[in-house]
């Protein structure tokens, strides 16, 4: 039988039978080029420590450092083709390859630097995303409070390997996902940039629309919107809670439990299209978030919340406002308004009164529509680069279980130089 169609069990899944499974200590060095202690005073480096980690991306970042002045723990020396491996909180599992030439750059023990040799880097790079990968690092946490992996345990893990062609062919296509990837995810960073831009100029008059000239009136939020208090009395149990980034959400999808009363009739009950303001702060939101309920036909929230509706609706776009709270443009009057009350999390004392006479300038209710359409499609430019960047995760994630088990093959040109 050919041996490439007959398997072998790793980590209780199969792959090909010509793989070699070996531990990382057996394909590359770890943590083996370190700075000397008696490294002259004066010699000047750039250090990355866990602080200069964007725990999203993990895109590496720098200061410069003095070794007379560095840190004890400043001692592993980075090169270009290295993997660096955070083995601690809060970037736990987070990989970077370093791709281009660099010098002098050193990482904080917070790191495991992974020299690879008789694997191809990219390779090892791409399998440290991998599911087998992860449950090995669960295998080797320590510490309850702050889970870590040492960083000499980092040689245990182990790696199945197909040969060394097929290792750079893999590498290559799951790299070509990454290359789209991060293409989508600049061209989505731009367009947000963008939208940001549109909604600071258009919904504070700075920039008009292509006919509209018409002087932008004054007002109350108290004009144009009315308070709702109605109460629960109907039996309502779909709660939810305003989260700044994601608008109204399931308080069970929110905190995973329940967070309730067992008694729901004092809660108010909100109606599509209603708004709500959340006091409490949050990242991104310093002054709290007023969104719209657009997902449930009603819902019921706590009556911490200031909850309101559009007295004519064809004075006031609802599609208007959800874009202009959505720019945080209460911001600058909730600060002479606002104070940080006595309760948990941050929740600030904003009385419905004070809310409710705060001033905003607004355009004609045509002008209103246009430039909610404008944001409108901004928004759906972004949510199609959204789906688009999910796809080619998912496509990718689907690569890897496929490639990096071996359960389908890449067909290599041995005649290829």
Not at 145 to 165: E, H, M, R, T
Not at 349 to 368: A, H, W
């Amino acid at each position: 039988m050919d041996k490439t169609k007959r398997t072998k069990t790793f980590q209780n899944t199969t792959i090909p039978w010509d793989w070699e499974v070996k531990h990382f200590e057996n394909i590359a060095d770890i943590d083996k080029k370190s700075l000397k202690s008696n490294t002259p005073k004066d010699y000047e480096f750039d250090y990355i420590s866990l602080s200069d980690v964007d725990s999203n991306d993990f895109k590496v970042e720098t200061t410069k450092q003095v070794f007379a002045n560095a840190p004890s723990r400043a001692r592993r020396v980075v090169s270009k083709g290295d993997i660096l491996m955070s083995t601690v909180r809060p970037n736990l599992q987070g990989f970077t390859f370093i791709e281009n030439n660099v010098s002098n750059l050193i990482a904080s023990t917070g790191f495991a630097v992974i020299s690879a040799r008789e694997v191809i880097n990219s390779y090892l790079f791409q399998y440290l995303f991998s599911s087998a990968i992860k449950r090995q690092f669960h295998q080797l946490l320590v510490g309850s409070n702050y889970p870590a992996i040492n960083s000499s345990d980092v040689k245990n893990l182990k790696i199945p390997l197909p040969p060394l062609p097929e290792q750079k062919a893999i590498a290559q296509v799951l790299s070509t996902w990454d290359t789209a990837i991060q293409k989508t995810e600049a061209l989505l960073a731009q367009k947000e940039l963008r939208k940001k831009w549109l909604m600071q100029q258009l919904l504070t008059g700075k920039k008009r629309l292509k006919g509209f000239d018409a002087k932008w009136r004054e007002v109350r939020l108290s004009d144009l919107f009315e308070r709702v208090v109605r109460k629960n009395i109907e039996g309502n149990t779909n709660v939810i809670t305003i989260s700044a980034q994601r608008g109204f959400v399931r308080q069970t999808d929110f905190f995973n439990k329940r967070v309730a009363s067992e008694t729901l009739d004092n809660y108010f009950l909100v109606k599509r299209g209603e708004f709500c303001y959340n006091k409490s702060y949050s990242n991104g939101y310093p002054w709290g978030a007023t969104k719209r309920l657009n997902d449930f036909e009603k819902a019921v929230v706590t009556t911490l919340y200031i909850c309101f509706k559009i007295k004519s609706i064809s004075e006031v776009s609802g599609d208007y406002f959800e874009q202009f709270f959505g720019a945080n443009l209460l911001d600058k009057g909730l600060t002479q308004i606002a104070h940080e009350g006595g309760r948990a999390h941050g929740l600030l004392n904003v009385t419905p009164s004070d809310f409710f006479s705060l001033k905003i300038k607004i355009p004609l209710f045509k002008e209103q529509t246009a430039i909610a359409q404008v944001l409108q499609a901004a928004d759906k430019e972004i949510e199609l680069i959204n789906a688009r960047t999910a796809q080619l995760r998912e496509q990718k994630k689907g690569l890897m279980e496929e490639l990096l088990t071996g359960k389908k093959r890449m067909k290599i040109d041995n005649n290829k130089s």
